[in-house]
């Protein structure tokens, strides 16, 4: 009875500890008697036991693998060293396992190679300027030698690319170089729009200062004819209520001599009088007839 207990609690043990649970984002390769079984994936699964094995435990997350820096040689026999970053995920658990012995250093060895390969048709400057392409292109060759892996290759990207120290003082130099030469550029640019500007607003100036002028000369003649044609029109008016009010030969007489005395008190050296006004009288009289004569004309 004893020994019939020992053994259901072995038998339990035993069932107990062939029981597995696979966990998400996992595979797991089972080998009956040393040959490929079957693949395992998330959940409750019993092993046989002693005739089953779990061969090897795949992780199907993406995951990333961060290479040492590579010495590569472009084609103008420059020597640099460049660390790659390779995303890659795992597909099929089988092909994994028995597909490539040690798949993170064949994978490595495999990048190294293609990125030989690839930079050795590249020049230094096109290297430096070429990454997406470089990216591109290894992810390509990269991804379909490690198919038959069970592997995908997501993504690839080129960490560091470092040239020797003479190229990057060299580098440094030109950058410098074109830098200070852009400035000037910018400088010259700068100093060529400020002299158009001043140019444009001192020709803008003058032409509104010419402007005014023409405006205030324009002004001043309209004022000067305005004011000559109210003169005009006051005298008319003048004339016009003279002739009206009929004036006397004494009224006359005394406009005549306020008249000669204005005249005295001018400029002119010389009074000429007609010979045929004798004395104020007869200027009186003159100058009644020029009234009249202009009335009826």
């Known amino acids: ?102 798949p993170m250093m064949a994978i490595e060895n495999l990048t190294a190679t293609t990125l030989r390969n690839i930079i050795g048709d590249l020049e230094l400057d096109e290297s430096l300027t070429s990454r997406d392409t470089i990216n591109t292109r290894m992810r390509a060759i990269l991804d379909e030698a490690t198919d038959p892996w069970g592997i995908k290759v997501n993504r690839v ?30 400088k010259a640019e700068g100093e060529k729009k400020s002299t158009i500007l001043i140019a444009e607003g001192e020709k803008e100036s003058a032409i509104l200062r010419a402007e005014a002028k023409k405006e205030s000369e324009i002004r001043e003649a309209e004022g000067e004819a305005q004011a000559i044609l109210t003169v005009q029109k006051a005298v008319a008016e003048g004339i016009k209520l003279i002739n009206a009010a009929d004036p006397k030969d004494g009224y006359l007489t005394i406009k005549s001599l306020e008249s000669l005395e204005a005249l005295a008190n001018g400029k002119s050296t010389k009074i000429v009088v007609p010979s045929n006004i004798q004395g104020l009288a007869g200027l009186a009289t003159s100058l009644t007839e020029v009234v009249t004569t202009a009335k009826e004309n």
């Open 1 to 102: 009875m004893l020994f019939l207990l020992i053994l259901l609690v072995i038998v339990l043990v035993v069932l107990i500890a062939n029981i597995k649970i696979v966990p998400q984002t996992n595979a797991y390769i089972i080998e009956r008697l040393g040959g490929y079984h079957t693949t395992w994936s998330v959940g409750l699964h019993i092993k046989v036991p002693f005739i089953d094995r779990i061969a090897k435990k795949v992780n199907l997350k993406e995951q990333v693998v961060d290479f040492e820096p590579q010495p590569v040689i472009t084609k103008d026999n420059v020597t640099m060293q460049i660390d790659t970053v390779v995303y890659y995920q795992i597909t099929d658990p089988k092909l994994f396992a028995y597909g490539v012995e040690r």
């Open 157 to 186: 990207e080129l960490k560091n690319i470092m040239p020797p120290a003479a190229i990057r003082d060299a580098m440094e130099r030109q950058m410098k170089a074109e830098r200070e030469r852009r400035e000037s550029i910018l």
